[in-house]
């Protein structure tokens, strides 16, 4: 069932721009995109960091006013700082294939919310309650013409926490280059109270690998819709998720199965068993790529640096665990043997389903495989995002962005992985009733 809280909860206290505290020169003022870029829709990537109550001086903290003020000048400033490094952010979509790095700025809001943090992050509904520390109708939306690249909302609840959220635009960079910018607003951030000044190094490359001139243009087609969608948040605790590794590893002959490989292929098993449709299936993850490139990229690189392997399953025997996670951990090393540039499988999927004028993941027959894509965030460490009061107490991606897909990521400082699961409402109601799922869930 849909759930929402009360909009009268939230009040936004002040709206405005945040531009680069240098203008950027004229040499940066159009950034290319690649053709893995422009492959991506519009769509914002929306993160939400939770921190407890953030210690100020007495005489602030007796006016919640003057509170969220404070904060919020502070966060301002330091993302002023941080723009001048990451200015494409800053700028806005000039066509498909350039980001105009004019200075217009990121949108910054500051919120009040009538109710305790533990409220959200205790409510049943979590998966849905966390979305009130969104802008309204913005996570996973595509970004309009001319509109910010980069959205920041900063809210102050009653108990004195306070959560901080911030929606990218998919199209200057993946998650790897989200925890970049992170890192390094989080860092000068700090670095502001201690009166030091933090010039982060971040390295856009633009389409310099790939090129767009090879492939043509693309007006990508994907866009959200969570009309008839239900989102469930997943925890698999590290002691359930160590005997089902250890399971899949005896009965399949994979050494040491990652968490992500057999949590993956758990919720694709899953899936399919609980669909209507008997249609081959598909599991898709996209596949961080910066150091199967050569030379290699570091880490601070940013932008779309991806490829994708996939498994499909056509019949009962391909969707049981020891099959799937060999599968997996094949089409892994058989990844690593590739060319990135020239055998990009992401790349080769646009490519092809734009020379046959269909939809990628369309088959030759014109329809679509029931395709489920995987975003492993697993071992990037967004729980360590510091802007000067300790970790946060909780992560969380706002609910979206469609149906059949899966977003995995660390569960508190590694102790097991929170898989958010996104299915057509039907599906998930089958789904929900697994046994073997039920299993190795807290």
Same mark, same amino acid.
């Given at each position: 069932?849909?759930?929402?809280?009360?909009? &009268?909860?939230?009040?936004?206290? $002040?709206?405005?721009?945040?531009?680069? @505290?240098?203008?950027?020169?004229?040499?940066?003022?159009?950034?290319?995109?690649?053709?893995?870029?422009?492959?991506?829709?519009?769509?914002?990537?929306?993160?939400?960091?939770?921190?407890?109550?953030?210690?100020?001086?007495?005489?602030?903290?007796?006016?919640?006013?003057?509170?969220? +003020?404070?904060?919020?000048?502070?966060?301002?400033?330091?993302?002023?700082?941080?723009?001048?490094?990451?200015?494409?952010?800053?700028?806005?979509?000039?066509?498909?294939?350039?980001? $105009?790095?004019?200075?217009?700025?990121?949108?910054?809001?500051? !919120?009040?919310?009538?109710? +305790?943090?533990?409220?959200?992050?205790?409510?049943?509904?979590?998966?849905?309650?966390?979305?009130?520390?969104?802008?309204?109708?913005?996570?996973?939306?595509?970004?309009?013409?001319?509109?910010?690249?980069?959205?920041?909302?900063?809210?102050?609840? *009653?108990?004195?926490?306070?959560?901080?959220?911030?929606?990218? @635009?998919?199209?200057?960079?993946?998650?790897?280059?989200?925890?970049?910018?992170?890192?390094?607003?989080?860092?000068?951030?700090? $670095?502001?109270?201690?009166?030091?000044?933090?010039?982060?190094?971040?390295?856009?490359?633009?389409? @310099?690998?790939?090129?767009?001139?090879?492939?043509?243009?693309?007006?990508?087609?994907?866009?959200?819709?969570?009309?008839?969608?239900?989102?469930?948040?997943?925890?698999?605790?590290?002691?359930?998720? *160590?005997?089902?590794?250890? /399971?899949?590893?005896?009965?399949?002959?994979?050494?040491?199965?990652?968490?992500?490989? !057999? !949590?993956?292929?758990?919720?694709?098993?899953?899936?399919?068993?609980?669909? @209507?449709?008997?249609?081959?299936?598909?599991?898709?993850?996209?596949?961080?790529?910066? &150091?199967?490139? /050569?030379?290699?990229?570091?880490?601070?690189?940013?932008? #779309?640096?991806?490829?994708?392997?996939? &498994?499909?399953?056509?019949? =009962?025997?391909?969707?049981?665990?020891?099959?799937?996670?060999?599968?997996?951990? /094949?089409?892994?090393?058989?990844?690593?043997?590739?060319?990135?540039?020239?055998?990009?499988?992401?790349?080769?999927?646009?490519? =092809?389903?734009?020379?046959?004028?269909?939809?990628?993941?369309?088959?030759?027959?014109?329809?679509?495989?029931?395709?489920?894509?995987?975003?492993?965030?697993?071992?990037?460490?967004?729980?360590?995002? $510091?802007?000067?009061?300790?970790?946060?107490?909780? !992560?969380?991606?706002? #609910?979206?962005?469609?149906?059949?897909?899966?977003?995995?990521?660390?569960?508190?400082?590694?102790?097991?992985?929170?898989?958010?699961?996104?299915?057509?409402?039907?599906?998930?109601?089958?789904?929900?009733?697994?046994?073997?799922?039920?299993?190795?869930?807290?």
């Amino acid at each position: 069932m849909a759930f929402a809280l009360p909009s &009268t909860l939230v009040s936004v206290f $002040d709206k405005s721009l945040i531009k680069p @505290s240098s203008l950027t020169p004229s040499t940066q003022r159009f950034h290319k995109l690649s053709f893995v870029d422009q492959s991506l829709s519009n769509m914002y990537i929306p993160f939400a960091f939770f921190y407890p109550k953030v210690q100020q001086s007495e005489e602030i903290s007796r006016n919640s006013h003057d509170e969220l +003020s404070h904060i919020a000048h502070l966060l301002q400033t330091s993302l002023s700082q941080t723009l001048v490094s990451y200015y494409p952010y800053a700028g806005k979509l000039r066509d498909n294939a350039t980001v $105009d790095c004019n200075d217009m700025g990121a949108e910054f809001l500051s !919120v009040r919310i009538k109710c +305790s943090m533990s409220e959200i992050l205790d409510h049943p509904h979590a998966a849905h309650a966390e979305g009130i520390v969104f802008p309204k109708d913005l996570p996973w939306a595509n970004n309009y013409e001319g509109g910010n690249l980069l959205v920041v909302q900063v809210s102050k609840f *009653d108990c004195g926490g306070i959560a901080i959220s911030i929606c990218f @635009s998919h199209k200057i960079g993946d998650g790897c280059s989200v925890l970049n910018f992170l890192n390094d607003w989080s860092s000068v951030t700090r $670095d502001h109270m201690m009166t030091k000044t933090l010039i982060p190094s971040p390295r856009f490359i633009g389409d @310099s690998i790939f090129s767009t001139q090879k492939y043509g243009l693309i007006t990508p087609q994907i866009v959200s819709d969570l009309s008839e969608c239900v989102q469930k948040r997943l925890i698999f605790p590290t002691d359930k998720l *160590d005997a089902l590794r250890a /399971k899949v590893a005896v009965e399949s002959g994979v050494e040491n199965p990652t968490r992500a490989e !057999v !949590v993956s292929a758990l919720l694709f098993k899953c899936a399919t068993k609980a669909s @209507s449709s008997m249609r081959p299936s598909k599991l898709v993850h996209f596949l961080n790529i910066r &150091t199967m490139i /050569k030379p290699r990229l570091p880490r601070n690189t940013i932008g #779309n640096i991806l490829s994708m392997f996939s &498994t499909t399953a056509t019949n =009962e025997q391909d969707i049981e665990l020891p099959s799937l996670v060999r599968n997996l951990r /094949k089409e892994v090393e058989v990844a690593y043997k590739k060319d990135q540039v020239e055998q990009n499988e992401l790349i080769l999927e646009v490519v =092809e389903s734009i020379r046959k004028g269909k939809m990628p993941f369309e088959n030759k027959d014109g329809y679509h495989e029931n395709v489920y894509i995987c975003s492993n965030l697993c071992k990037y460490p967004y729980d360590t995002v $510091d802007f000067g009061w300790g970790r946060p107490e909780s !992560v969380c991606i706002a #609910n979206g962005p469609f149906k059949n897909a899966f977003i995995l990521k660390d569960y508190k400082a590694g102790r097991g992985v929170e898989a958010r699961v996104m299915l057509h409402k039907q599906q998930m109601s089958e789904f929900e009733r697994n046994e073997e799922l039920f299993e190795f869930i807290a």
